[in-house]
T-cell receptor, first 117, second 114 residues
Framework: AQSVAQPEDQVNVAEGNPLTVKCTYS??????LFWYVQYPNRGLQFLLK??????LVKGSYGFEAEFNKSQTSFHLKKPSALVSDSALYFC???????????????FGRGTQLTVWP | SAVISQKPSRDICQRGTSLTIQCQVD?????MFWYRQQPGQSLTLIAT?????????ESGFVIDKFPISRPNLTFSTLTVSNMSPEDSSIYLC???????????FGPGTRLTVL
């Protein structure tokens, strides 16, 4: 079965500092991994994905993530945090095993990122 | 990229009543998904909605409580029946995209049951 773990409920970082939001996964087959962001009273917005290819993927708003197969991790990173990055971040893995659940996403519990000025 | 709209965006309902949430996609998609996000929680899949067949429900969710319709490839509805305060959540729909593309989500319906 597919699953995702986000070990931190909250991450706090000062503006201008680098940030990391952690995610580890467990999948059958090749991992299709995603990061989404949710701002207050908003839906989920796609940030980036890893399907295949380079382990370092770049996404929206200056975010990037590093896929590490040996550590089964897909940590979200940004070199310099902004106050406006404060939001709830979800890591997700896609079910590609087939059957009736093909395409569904399994989400981590979310990490609240707070960037303080 | 797909654009998904949901109606209503929010509602406040009385216990025991039902609410139908609509989800419209601007392109034809094979599968649509309905998720629930309870306050302070992650997203939980309610069901997968396929056009022309009955929805597939996840463990803990039943058709009598959450009936789903999927009349065509761009539209789906989720009904929350006989509501109780425990149903207060954000309900989101999404579409399957392709195996290599990201999944897009609607803006969500924020439901409060009194």
């Amino acid at each position: 079965a597919q699953s995702v773990a986000q070990p931190e409920d909250q991450v706090n970082v000062a503006e201008g500092n680098p940030l990391t939001v952690k995610c580890t996964y467990s999948v059958s087959g090749n991992p299709y991994l995603f990061w989404y962001v949710q701002y207050p009273n908003r839906g989920l917005q796609f940030l980036l994905k890893y399907i295949t290819g380079d382990n370092l993927v770049k996404g929206s708003y200056g975010f990037e993530a590093e896929f590490n197969k040996s550590q089964t991790s897909f940590h979200l990173k940004k070199p310099s945090a902004l106050v406006s990055d404060s939001a709830l971040y979800f890591c997700a893995v896609r079910d590609n095993t087939g059957g009736s659940t093909l395409g569904r996403l399994y989400f981590g519990r979310g990490t609240q990122l707070t960037v303080w000025p | 990229s797909a654009v998904i709209s949901q109606k209503p965006s929010r509602d406040i309902c009385q216990r025991g009543t039902s609410l139908t949430i609509q989800c419209q996609v601007d392109s034809q998609v094979t599968m649509m998904f309905w998720y629930r996000q309870q306050p302070g929680q992650s997203l939980t899949l309610i069901a997968t909605a396929n056009q022309g067949s009955e929805a597939t429900y996840e463990s803990g969710f039943v058709i009598d409580k959450f009936p789903i319709s999927r009349p065509n490839l761009t539209f789906s509805t989720l009904t929350v029946s006989n509501m109780s305060p425990e149903d207060s959540s954000i309900y989101l729909c999404s579409e399957s995209g392709s195996p290599y593309n990201e999944q897009f989500f609607g803006p969500g319906t924020r439901l409060t049951v009194l």
